[in-house]
């Protein structure tokens, strides 16, 4: 199941073919172990990376930590739950360090994410402080380069 879950995080374009080539199976085991991990919610999605400089998107993604007060019978789950019901919002961890919870979010403008942040999170009851750095470029994500520059076989980094 491993390495079948570690081809998928590579590329989950393989085709059922492919990976039971790679892992010197059958096809139809393939189909049916990836079926059961769908059904099992172990494979929550598939996604496409995607380098947003080369697109026509004028998006900004923006880092914010959060410091909370941890309710008394859920901790950080409630806090956390009412958080990734905005839309803005992609991503939600719990963390150890300085801050409780780090978000990933999406905004049209920088504007737009500043009064997310200001308007909705900071007024959350519970929401003791925030940390907000917007991404200027990405270079890699999942292990992909985004922006993987031609390489001169003459130099000596190469």
Same mark, same amino acid.
């Given at each position: ?22 892992? #010197?199976?059958?096809?139809? !085991? ?46 950080? !789950? ?18 150890? #360090? ?61």
């Amino acid at each position: 199941m491993n390495d079948l879950l570690n081809l998928l995080k590579q590329n989950a374009r393989l085709t059922n073919a492919q990976l039971a080539d790679m892992l #010197g199976t059958s096809e139809a !085991d393939v189909a049916a172990k990836i079926a059961d991990l769908e059904k099992r919610g172990v494979i929550r999605g598939y996604t496409a990376i995607v380098n947003e400089e080369l697109t026509n998107s004028t998006e900004v993604e923006a880092l914010i930590e959060l410091r909370v007060t941890p309710k008394h019978d859920t901790g950080f !789950d409630d806090v956390a739950k009412t958080i990734m019901m905005y839309d803005e919002v992609e991503s939600v961890s719990l963390m150890s #360090g300085k801050y409780d919870l780090a978000l990933t979010v999406k905004g049209r403008s920088l504007k737009e994410v500043a009064m997310f942040v200001s308007q909705r999170l900071s007024a959350m009851e519970g929401v003791l402080a925030t940390a907000t750095s917007f991404v200027l470029k990405r270079y890699k994500e999942k292990n992909i380069l985004i922006d993987e520059e031609e390489r001169d076989e003459r130099s000596m980094w190469g």
